[in-house]
Each structure stands twice: as structure tokens, then as C-alpha cells.
């Protein structure tokens, strides 16, 4: 398989574009693979999506986001679980085999409870999404977010918690690697290949770090923009045997200004200059 | 010792005061310690603040701060091994048993050369400061200063520095736990208890972590405005046998602006509130 064949790229990368642009622009210049975030289904529901998706030739890579376990109360909780079983639905009408997770965490509350309430969130709703054959993905979330979006905020972390949740051998509960929250953890390396023996590599998530940001969420950077070493990592990546997609995720109101179709062309360029 | 007896105040804290006005608002308020950093020291010179500070009678907790080892070619590195050892003298002349190192990174530079700078620095001032009898503590920073203040992130890479740089028994190098930085590790309570058995910790920092900052350096929250959990942190360092200062290092240009003599008296409420 060449890199290109394994690149994917999130709808939420392309922001303006409606999910029916984003189709035909991907099948257009050959990208083979889409990640769906809900917003961009949203508009024209799970059957329209899924047509447009089929129609384009897309491999669905995974649907984005589950997750946002923690809340104050009880029903709080036990609504995230609901809302997360209809995103297995969800996932299974739009043929995405994964659910990306941002696993939550509300500001005030300690992580260690909020922590908790994520593992209990995951494991409520993990034998709805095992009978439905979609994998859950933990995705780490760089410790910046850790008081209000994530508190799973490394690797290791992820790791631990699927330790608990799998059964033994299994991959249900695995994690999607971003660089852009893990990059400078300096066992990452030794993290890939511990989760790669147990086959819980999900998803690999690629854009940069600026070394400037305007913004904490939504000025990151294209790869190359920014200074995380995605070769490297890419690298670690293939040494533990992740075969998957390549995802190009940026959130970044600076790209979503300009005119998309050459973003686009931009991101290729970008994709193939750091494989 | 009560808890007002272990308060130390960073100079920078109170950024907009001289160090004279810093030593007589801190002597009135009876606080016991204060920590200097050299911007503060640098108008009066090393004689007159040493002078300052034993006339208020403060203790000296550590001087701020060392450390910027990596630079992209060895002259540079070597600069900043001559300044560390500048940093030494300057600690010694103000009875400062201690210097904090906000260790260094450059843009573009590889975290893994950047590290191993940083070790190489460490190794090249210890003999120095082994002889002047002053301790060099490693501030661990938050992630998100990893490309250009610190490759150094967590409690964990930098306990295992201090494992290569400290001979069997020894202390020279040690950790400044500032909960800013490391608040969200969920292996916190362990690190401090690893770090602990090797009496590795130096110095330890509190403020508050805000879910909405304006600026992801100078818009730290006083204790009680954010979210951390600051008493379950000095709980553990008390359960270590932690038993130095407690030292309020804040960076808010909206506290700077504001009369800091009322800020000051909020800091010392806003202190025993935490405790």
C-alpha cells in the first residue's frame, strides 16, 4: 500500500465545506478515505451520508466523537451513555467501524472522579457498540484540556484504561494516536509499541504544532506549519505493525478562511512531504 | 510548623513591585520566604538585595532561574553552561540554597537532541554548584511549553534525569513540583512518592489552573480561581515528608495590574484557603 492509499481526511479539517462538497472534492483528487465528524452528517442524516459517501468511493475511517462521559449528576451520566449508544447506531449505518472518543471532563469536578466516570461510561456502553461490531477509541487529549474536554490526557493513561475495560485478547476499547496531544511525550515510542502488542492502535491522527498559536483549539497546524517530528513518529508507528489510515485532522479558523480547494491541494502536499 | 511558616512568594509573582517594596510589603505581612528571581535582583545588584532581603528578614528559598541548555550549536550550549554557573555564584551571594531550571527547548529542534542538551547542561554545572553547595531543582513545565521553554514535561522524565545526573544517594539535582504544570498527570500522586524516596523534592509551587485563560503563560489563576485541587497535591507532599517551603509563583498580567498590596493580602488568604 503507498502512503496515499492510506490517507484519510476529517470533514471537520474542510470545516466549510457540506459533507456532499467534501465527498466530491475527496474523490476528485483521490484521497481514499473519510473520518465523518456527526456535524457534517447532521445536515443531511445517516442516509443521505452514507450515499454520498458510497457514491464517492470513500472508506468511512471512523466517525467523530463520542465521549463527554463525566457530568455532575447521575442523569447526566446515563444520557452521555444513551447519546454514545445512538453514536454506535450512528456509526453503523454510516459503515464506520470506530468511534473516536473525547472521553470529557467537567471543570470543578476532580479528574480522578471524572476519570472514573469515563471508565464507567466507556464500559456502559461497550457491550451495545461490541454487538454492533464498532470499535470505541479513546483519543488522549494533549493536558491543556484536561480541566473541561479530556481528562484521559497521555498515552499511558489511554493504555491503562483499556487494560481494564478489554477482555483478555481483545481490541473493542482501543486508542487514536494525534500527535498534536502527544508529541512530546517522551515515551511515546515504548507507548506505541505496548499498545501495538495488544492490537489497540485505532487510529493515527497527523496536523503540527505551532510554536505560536493564536488559539488553544483551533489554530493548529498543517503538517510541516509546526515543529512536531511526524516522520518519527509515523516511523513508530509502522515499526508496531499500524496499518490503518493516515488522518489529516486540523482544526484551524486561519485554513477555514481561505478558499478550500486549494487548501486541499495544500494538505496532499503536505500529507506526502512528511511520509 | 504552621502552614503561614512554610509561605514562600515569588518575586515575580508581584511582578510591577522592586525588590525593596517586595521585601518590606512581605516582612509586614509577616510572610517568611521569598524567592527571587534575577529580573528582580538584577537593578540593585547581588550585595544590596542580599541586604534587602536578611534586613526584612526572609528566608532565601531558591533564586529563579537557570536551566535554557539546548541552543542549536555548541557555542550556544556552552553560553548557557557559563551562564548557569554565573547563576551559582549569584545564588551563593544571595543565601539562596537553590536554583529552579526551566530547562530550555528549541523550534524545530528534535525533543530527543533537545533532552539530552538539557542532561549534558545539568551534568556540565553540577560539579560547580556540588562544590558551591547549591541544589539544582528541574521545574518539570506543562506540555504545552514543550517546543520552546521546556522539553522537560512531566514528574516522570524528570525523575528519570535525576536518576542519570545524581550519584547513589545523592540530591544535588532534584524536582521544583510546580502543580500548574504537572496537576493533570494522573500518575502524580506516585511520582511524588518515587521522587520522595530519593529525597529529589527541592521546591514545590502552587497557583491555579483557569479553564479560560487568556494567555497560556501569563494568565495563571490564583489559588481558589481554577481548578486544581491543591490540598489532595499538598497532601501527598506532606504524606512524601515533603516538609519545605510552599511557594505562590503566579504570572497574571491581570493581577500585575491591579494594587499589590490588596493583591497581596487576597495571596495570603487565598494561601490559607488551600492549606
Keep these: 500500500m503507498s502512503d496515499r492509499d492510506r490517507l484519510g481526511i476529517h470533514t ?4 466549510p465545506w457540506s459533507l456532499q462538497e467534501c465527498c466530491s472534492a475527496f474523490a476528485a483528487a483521490h484521497v481514499p478515505a473519510i473520518t465523518l465528524w456527526r456535524q457534517a452528517v447532521e445536515p443531511v442524516g445517516l442516509d443521505a ?5 458510497d457514491d464517492a468511493g470513500l472508506r468511512v475511517t471512523s466517525l467523530c466523537r463520542g465521549g463527554f462521559f463525566p457530568a455532575k449528576d447521575a442523569a447526566g ?4 451513555i444513551d447519546e454514545n449508544k445512538q453514536i454506535v447506531d450512528e456509526a453503523v449505518a ?4 470506530a468511534i473516536v472518543l473525547v472521553c470529557g471532563a467537567v471543570p470543578g469536578q476532580s479528574l480522578k472522579e471524572s476519570r472514573k466516570q469515563i471508565q464507567d461510561g466507556i464500559a ?3 457491550p451495545y457498540a461490541k454487538a454492533a461490531g464498532i470499535k470505541l477509541s479513546i483519543e488522549p487529549l494533549h493536558p491543556i484540556y484536561a480541566a473541561d474536554r479530556s481528562a484521559v490526557n497521555t498515552m499511558a493513561q489511554a493504555r491503562r484504561m483499556c487494560e481494564q475495560l478489554n477482555g483478555s485478547g481483545e481490541n473493542h476499547v482501543g486508542i487514536a494516536l494525534d500527535v498534536y496531544h502527544v508529541w512530546s511525550d517522551d515515551a511515546l515510542e515504548q507507548e506505541i509499541i505496548a ?6 492502535l485505532h487510529a493515527f491522527h497527523i496536523c503540527d504544532w505551532k510554536v505560536e498559536q493564536s488559539d488553544t483549539l483551533q489554530d493548529r497546524g498543517l503538517m510541516g506549519e509546526g515543529v512536531i517530528d511526524i516522520k518519527e513518529i509515523r516511523g513508530w508507528m509502522d515499526a508496531a505493525n499500524y496499518r490503518g489510515d493516515i488522518e489529516v485532522e486540523v482544526f ?7 478558499d478550500q480547494h486549494e487548501y486541499l491541494a495544500e494538505i496532499l502536499e503536505a500529507y506526502d512531504n512528511c511520509m
Design 94 to 97: 454510516l459503515g464506520a467501524p
Design 12 to 15: 471537520m479539517t474542510v470545516k
Design 252 to 258: 484551524s479558523t486561519h485554513h477555514w478562511a481561505r
Design 49 to 53: 451520508a452514507r450515499k454520498m459517501v
Design 195 to 200: 499498545c501495538s502488542q495488544k492490537d489497540w
Design 124 to 126: 456502559a456502553v461497550l
Design 77 to 80: 451520566r446515563q444520557k452521555a
